[in-house]
């Protein structure tokens, strides 16, 4: 698949906010590393949290070693539904809202039928930045909704 670029051009003010979170699933879906950094912030440090599992990734290192490491390895799918923006005219911050629907092959196991998968809905909350005309996440909160299949996939 090709490379893609990190800025897209004539994207409106909402859709160019939804696109931090956008570029982050498809880097973990393609494992590309720099689409991926593109994301978050860096003008502090980027948080990650996940509560359920009291995962708590400070700075980009962590984040990619607890979560970029693990999943991009994998044959993935990441889908965003009922997506909420909250961006004044002008701002720049934002808060965002996701219904994520997940799935999670090992690697080579994704078009084969009935391979083991994970399976998973979260919510997502993030809070985001603007950096020289585009949006990266500061802080991204996850909360589990539900799992269904082979938790050993993303080792646990």
Do not use: C
């Amino acid at each position: 698949m090709d490379k893609q670029p990190i800025a897209l051009p004539s994207l409106t003010p909402r859709e160019a906010v939804l696109d931090a979170y956008y570029r982050i699933a498809w880097a973990l879906d393609y494992n590309d590393w720099e689409l991926f950094q593109s994301g978050w912030t860096t003008q502090s440090e980027p948080a990650l949290h996940i509560e359920e599992h009291g995962r708590h990734h400070v700075g980009i290192e962590e984040i990619k070693t607890g979560l970029f490491d693990v999943v991009s390895e994998l044959d993935t799918q990441h889908i965003a539904t009922n997506a909420r923006v909250h961006l004044e005219p002008g701002a720049k911050t934002a808060r965002m809202w996701i219904m994520a629907l997940n799935q999670h092959f090992r690697k080579g196991q994704q078009a084969k039928a009935g391979s083991p998968r994970l399976w998973g809905g979260n919510q997502y909350m993030f809070d985001l930045v603007e950096e020289d005309g585009v949006w990266k996440v500061q802080t991204w909160s996850v909360r589990m909704g539900w799992n269904e299949g082979d938790l050993s996939i993303v080792g646990r």
